[in-house]
């Protein structure tokens, strides 16, 4: 079945970078687009970035344009979310989803605080 595993939150200083991780099973996972999303508390679940099969092809939210990189490296299953200057405002937690299985994995906080 389809397995989505994510890593590499925690805690960091405003400024700071995080990369996460989200490791994928279960299915060709090279075939298919992958998304990042997050949750703030009492919000609403947000599209942060998408990513295509071959990677040629990704988007962002506004509010994370130029300091977010999505990318993927298809021989080892993972897609990753590159994070740098954090703010406090992007402290949430994180999920990994494949839109084709419509499956999510089991989060991962962020916390951006001094």
């Known amino acids: 079945q389809v397995q989505l595993v994510e890593s590499g939150g925690g805690l960091v200083q405003p400024g700071g970078s995080l990369r996460l991780s989200c490791a994928a099973s279960?299915?060709?996972?090279?075939?298919?687009?992958m998304s990042w999303y997050r949750q703030a508390p009492g919000k609403g679940r947000e599209l942060v970035a998408f990513?295509?099969?071959?990677?040629?092809?990704?988007n962002y939210a506004d509010s994370v344009k130029g300091r977010f990189t999505i990318s993927r490296d298809n021989a080892k299953n993972t897609v990753y979310l590159q994070m740098n200057s954090l703010k406090p405002e992007d402290t949430a937690v994180y999920y990994c989803y494949a839109p084709r299985w419509a499956h999510w994995g089991q989060g991962t906080q962020v916390t951006v605080s001094s």
């Open positions: 279960g299915f060709t996972f090279s075939s298919y687009a």
């Open positions: 990513i295509s099969s071959a990677a040629g092809s990704t």
